[in-house]
C-alpha cells in the first residue's frame, strides 16, 4: 500500500487544519520573525512575502510526495496560528510529526488538539508510527507529545545537523494502538 494523500481539510474543535491559501503569506512572513519558531524549526529567517507564496506553494505540493503540511486556524479566525505536519518514510510506513504556533495560537490547548487530529489522520491513512523529534529545552513541544500520550524513547545526541549546530533531540513516538488523547476529528 502507497502511503498518499490528496489536499484535504480537517475539521477538530475549535479549529480547521486545511492546506495553505495565498492569504496566509503574512503569517509565514511574521513566523519567520518570531524567535520560537526559528529555533526549533527548520522555517528560515526573514522572509519576504513573495518567498512565502512560493513557500506556500511548495508546501502544497508536498502532499503528493508524503509530505502532508496543515495551517492551523482557530474557529472565528482569517489566518492561520500556525502549522502541523508529517512527512513520510514509506518504506518504514512511519511519519515525522512536526509544528510550530505563532504567539497568538500558545497557551490555548490548540497544538495538543492539532497534533491529535494529525495523528488520526495519519493512522486512517496507513502510517503505523508517528514521532517527533524534540529540541530538550523545547518546553512547550515536550508537554504537547506528552499530553497527546507520545512515548518519550530516549535523547538523540547530536542528531542531525542543523542551523550552523548539532543539537541533541529528544525522541517521542505514538503508535495507532497506543492510548492517547481523543481528537474527534472529521474531514471536510
Known amino acids: 500500500m502507497t502511503l498518499v494523500w490528496e489536499p484535504t481539510q480537517l475539521i477538530a474543535p475549535g479549529m480547521v487544519l486545511r492546506p495553505f491559501q495565498q492569504r496566509d503569506a503574512n503569517a509565514i512572513v511574521r513566523a519567520c520573525a518570531d524567535q520560537r519558531v526559528l529555533r526549533y524549526s527548520f522555517m528560515e529567517p526573514a522572509m ?3 518567498d512565502a507564496l512560493r513557500w506556500i506553494e511548495s508546501a502544497n505540493d508536498g502532499w503528493a510526495s508524503g509530505r502532508v503540511q496543515f495551517a492551523i ?10 502549522i502541523i505536519g508529517f512527512a513520510v518514510d514509506e518504506r518504514k510506513r512511519s511519519a515525522e510529526a512536526f509544528y510550530w504556533l505563532l504567539p497568538e495560537g500558545r497557551g490555548h490547548g490548540l497544538m495538543t488538539q492539532a497534533l491529535a487530529t494529525t495523528a488520526d489522520f495519519a493512522f486512517a491513512g496507513g502510517v503505523e508510527r508517528l514521532y517527533l523529534l524534540i529540541h530538550p529545552e523545547n518546553g512547550a513541544s515536550l508537554r504537547v507529545a506528552e499530553r497527546c500520550g507520545f512515548t518519550r524513547e530516549g535523547l538523540l545526541r547530536s542528531y542531525e545537523p542543523f542551523k550552523g549546530g548539532r543539537p541533541d533531540l529528544v525522541s517521542w513516538s505514538l503508535l495507532p494502538s497506543d492510548r492517547r488523547s481523543s481528537s474527534r476529528s472529521r474531514g471536510a
Open 73 to 82: 486556524e482557530p474557529e472565528a479566525a482569517t489566518e492561520l496560528v500556525g
Open 48 to 50: 519576504s512575502y513573495d
